[in-house]
T-cell receptor, first 114, second 112 residues
Framework: DTEVTQTPKHLVMGMTNKKSLKCEQH?????MYWYKQKAKKPPELMFV???????INESVPSRFSPECPNSSLLNLHLHALQPEDSALYLC?????????????FGPGTRLTVT | DAKTTQPPSMDCAEGRAANLPCNHS???????VYWYRQIHSQGPQYIIH???NNETNEMASLIITEDRKSSTLILPHATLRDTAVYYC?????????????FGQGTILTVHP
C-alpha cells in the first residue's frame, strides 16, 4: 500500500468555524508533512513531523494547528480562518526526514473559507 | 538550496519523447536534482533524482550536464496521462530535513 489518504476531499467553512483535516498512511513512514497550494502556484511547506514530534513550522499562523496522534495519522485543525486561506491542503509522508527519501503525497483537501 | 529555472510551458506529441529542461547554475557539489510532477487535481508525484550521473527508472531518464549547471528530464514515449506540471528541485540532502521547495514548474501538455 503506497497510498496517502486525505479527508475530506472538499471543505467549505465560515470564518468562525472550527474544522479539521485528516491524513492517513499505512506505509510505516515516520515523517509526515502539510503543504498549502494556492491556485496556479506551487505547493508550500507548512509543517513537518518526525516520529510524531513537530520538527518544522514554517512560520504558519496559529489559526492552523497540526497534530500527530500516532505514526499513521496527521491532523490539521483549523480555527478562525480567513478567505485568503482558501487553498488545496496537501499531506505527504516519507520513510524518514533524510532528503534521500521520496515524499508520497495525498490528493489533497480543497478548502474554501467564506 | 539552489534556485532552478524552468520554461513555463511545453508541448509534446503523444508517443514522442518529452524533454524538459531545468537550469540550476548555482548548484553546489552536494546538491541533488529531483523531479516531481503534479497531474491536475492530484498531489505531486516523485519521478526521479540524481547527483551527477545520468539516471533512469521506469518512468523517466534524467540527464545532468557535466558541469551540473543544467539537467533534462526525458519521458521517452509521452502519453496523454503525462500532461502535468513538472517541478525540478535542487536539494542539499544533509540539511534539507525533508523540505521540498517547489519552483514554478513547467506545464507539459501532451497532444494526440
Amino acid at each position: 500500500d503506497t497510498e496517502v489518504t486525505q479527508t475530506p476531499k472538499h471543505l467549505v467553512m465560515g470564518m468562525t468555524n472550527k474544522k479539521s483535516l485528516k491524513c492517513e498512511q499505512h506505509m510505516g513512514h515516520r515523517a509526515m508533512y502539510w503543504y498549502k497550494q494556492k491556485a496556479k502556484k506551487p505547493p508550500e511547506l507548512m509543517f513537518v513531523y518526525s516520529y510524531e514530534k513537530l520538527s518544522i513550522n514554517e512560520s504558519v499562523p496559529s489559526r492552523f494547528s497540526p497534530e500527530c496522534p500516532n505514526s499513521s495519522l496527521l491532523n490539521l485543525h483549523l480555527h478562525a480562518l480567513q478567505p485568503e486561506d482558501s487553498a488545496l491542503y496537501l499531506c505527504a509522508s516519507s520513510f524518514g526526514l533524510a532528503g534521500r527519501y521520496e515524499q508520497y503525497f495525498g490528493p489533497g483537501t480543497r478548502l474554501t473559507v467564506t | 538550496d539552489a534556485k532552478t529555472t524552468q520554461p513555463p510551458s511545453m508541448d509534446c506529441a503523444e508517443g514522442r519523447a518529452a524533454n524538459l529542461p531545468c537550469n540550476h547554475s548555482t548548484i553546489s557539489g552536494n546538491e541533488y536534482v529531483y523531479w516531481y510532477r503534479q497531474i491536475h487535481s492530484q498531489g505531486p508525484q516523485y519521478i526521479i533524482h540524481g547527483l551527477k550521473n545520468n539516471e533512469t527508472n521506469e518512468m523517466a531518464s534524467l540527464i545532468i550536464t557535466e558541469d551540473r549547471k543544467s539537467s533534462t528530464l526525458i519521458l521517452p514515449h509521452a502519453t496523454l496521462r503525462d500532461t502535468a506540471v513538472y517541478y525540478c528541485i535542487v536539494r542539499y540532502l544533509a540539511t534539507s530535513y525533508g523540505k521540498l521547495t517547489f519552483g514554478q514548474g513547467t506545464i507539459l501538455t501532451v497532444h494526440p
